[in-house]
């Protein structure tokens, strides 16, 4: 009969595998048990997860995740290592303490993706870039170019702004000269003559040009000269 001690570390081993995205099982024989605390407490800081775990409970708990194959990863006296989300980040935890601590922890075999590979690809998968370097060149690939366009067109609307506001400039300049013309032939059209050409000064008056006319001769006037003539 399963105690109830046993039934509480497989509901919590199942948890466990159902929350993972990989999971290292790692070789601890020979580790002391400060080594096997520091190992825990840097793993931890790295938000990866790993118990020290009876095979046989560990296998029932994979079962009942759904993911019987997880089981293998539990092969011997082994330390299983849980990482959630991104696969890369705890595979760099496991093997920067690996390459620090220089002791007998070797990781021996991974779960992922539902298949299970040797412990080598623990250091291959160190080699990646993580999500948030991925995620940052990803995005520093859109941007730059984005970047660059913008500039150009701020550069370009601030060309085309002085232009415009040069050529309002010529524009007012030339309308205020031709304005300024056509008041003064306005001014000249309607101003009064106050003196006459030299022509017309030389030149006589109608009425000085016109002869007087001649007299005519009162009636009964012809008779009387008459009479004095005979």
């Known amino acids: 009969m399963p105690t109830e001690k046993k039934i509480a570390n497989v509901a919590e081993l199942k948890d466990l595998v159902e929350r993972s995205t990989i999971m290292i099982g790692a070789e601890y024989r020979g580790l002391t048990v400060k080594e096997i605390t520091a190992l825990r407490a840097q793993l931890r800081d790295a938000g990866v997860e790993a118990r020290v775990v009876k ?16 089981g293998e990863v539990a092969d011997g006296p082994s330390l299983v290592i849980f990482g959630f989300g991104d696969i890369v980040a705890p595979s760099k935890a496991v093997s920067d303490y690996q390459k620090g601590a220089k002791n007998a922890f070797v990781p021996k075999k991974v779960f992922m993706d539902g298949a299970i590979s040797d412990g080598k690809i623990v250091a291959d998968l160190a080699s990646l870039p993580s999500r948030e370097e991925l995620i940052g060149k990803l995005v520093g690939a859109f941007v730059s170019p984005v970047q660059k366009l913008a500039v150009l067109l701020n550069d370009s609307i601030q060309s085309f702004a002085r232009l415009a506001e040069a050529r309002a400039v010529q524009l007012e300049g030339a309308g205020g000269g031709a304005g300024e013309t056509a008041q003064s032939a306005v001014a000249v059209a309607e101003a009064p003559d106050t003196e006459p050409t030299a022509a017309a000064a030389e030149s006589p008056s109608a009425e000085e040009a016109a002869p007087a006319p001649e007299a005519a001769p009162a009636e009964g006037g012809g008779g009387e000269a008459a009479e004095e003539s005979t």
């Open 55 to 70: 095979n046989k409970l560990f296998r029932i708990a994979a079962t009942q995740a759904g993911v019987e194959t997880a």
